[in-house]
């Protein structure tokens, strides 16, 4: 077995100019090495299986979370009511290109990792709505529901874990729209444009 010490000139190193290295080497080697914990605290969503990561957690929603399909997101939209909030967790580039839907707010996760884990006031003053869940003394705050989208529901499905599992968005009913908006504007659901809506 290689040393700790050769294998991340091994990693470093194109396979094509190792051949004597398969992948199958590449993963035995790896395998009977201890990498380094890294210091940044990872949030249990990232580590746990599919199907334990809300289970688990003990601040899950009161209902399991529902996943959204385009005839519930133009139900949702036709009749909005103020306790359910649509969370658009794209990028402000990709909501400029491509707009969002109707009454969604802003909440972009990749350039905001630690989002779902602000405190309720740090919250409210970067996205400018209020932190869904309860208070620490049990009161509610912000809406009651809540729908994840993104651009394909990748970026959704992972805010959704977060937020309902350490994120502690506790008392919620939540879910998330896995089509995104390729689906929502290739079915021709409404698109709100920055100042203008129109169909798309």
Known sequence: MASKRVLPVLLSRPLRSSPQLSAASLSRLVAGTTLPRHPARIPS????????RLSSSS????SPPKAYTFDDMK???SAPIPSRLLIDVREPAEVAQSGRIPGSVLMPINSNPDAVYLDPED??????????????DGTAQGPDEVVFYCRIGV?????MQQ???EGGWKGIKAGEYGGGMIEWA???GEVERIGKKMAA
Do not use: Y
């Open 75 to 77: 139900e949702l939209i």
């Open 45 to 52: 969503s990232f580590l746990l299986p599919r199907d334990t």
């Open 59 to 62: 601040s899950a929603a009161s």
């Open 155 to 159: 970026r959704s499905k992972v805010a």
């Open 163 to 165: 937020a309902l599992g």
């Open 123 to 136: 919250f409210e003053e970067e996205f400018g709505f209020e932190k869904p869940g309860q208070k620490e």
């Open 186 to 188: 290739g079915k021709g």
